[in-house]
């Protein structure tokens, strides 16, 4: 492996981390902010990256991504994955601040990768191309934002789908219980076990295109106007 590639891998892996663990954070801090201390007594509200790591999700499906095409010879692939949840008490939660702060709490992950987006975004446009750059630093800044743009943008959509167990759906749920319609709110409970194997069907079929690639492609496109 060249320099740069090493430099691309260690700005993929600091990218991941950032908008992933940003992204649960953010559901304990704002559940925190209604009275439930769940995350925090559990240490899930720190920064410290051991803390929020998931083997399957934080480390062997990255790998697997990154690394399966390059063994292929396809080239680098592209990092995704998750962190562990952080733990959050609901009933805490709707207690304090109703179904409102359900929603809030389940879009809160949602809103920070959309936030590290868009920063991530001005500062590429503020950044001039390293091109035949000779400090490494300055390369691994350049590519460090690029990833963290593309990789919060695509975390971002993939929560928004209406999916069990993904934080669209609980969006939906909780929306439902406000709005009375008690059967939506059901109709997402019970097909919580399913979640996953929805997302396997998405991501093998043309579905992806239509729910996956084409909003990341138009959020990409109008971050970057």
Known sequence: MSSIDLLSIAASVVALAVAIIGHEIMHGW???????????????????????VDLFGTIIVP????????????????????????????????NKGGYNAAIQVSLAGIVYNLIMATLASVVLVALPEP????????????????????????????NMLPIPQFDGAHFLMYLGL?????????????????????????????????????PVQMILSLLLS
Do not use: C
């Not at 704002?30 to 929020?52: F, Q």
């Not at 962190?83 to 939660?93: E, G, Q, R, S």
């Not at 091109?131 to 993939?158: G, T």
């Open 30 to 52: 704002v559940a925190y902010r209604y009275g439930d201390t769940t995350a925090k007594n559990a240490g899930r509200l720190s920064i410290n990256p051991i803390v929020h």
């Open 63 to 94: 790998a697997m991504m990154y690394l399966i095409p390059m063994i292929l010879g396809m080239g680098p692939g592209f990092l995704f994955g998750w962190a562990k949840p952080v733990p959050v008490n609901m009933h805490t939660v709707i």
């Open 131 to 158: 091109l035949q750059s000779d400090s490494l630093f300055y390369i691994f800044i350049y590519i460090f934002v690029i990833k963290l743009l593309l990789i919060n943008v695509v975390l971002a959509v993939f």
């Open 178 to 214: 406000k709005m009375k319609m008690n059967s939506l709110a059901e109709f997402f409970y019970k097909a919580e076990p399913y979640g996953m194997i929805i997302v396997i069907i998405m991501l093998m079929t043309p579905l992806k295109d239509y729910l996956l690639i084409a």
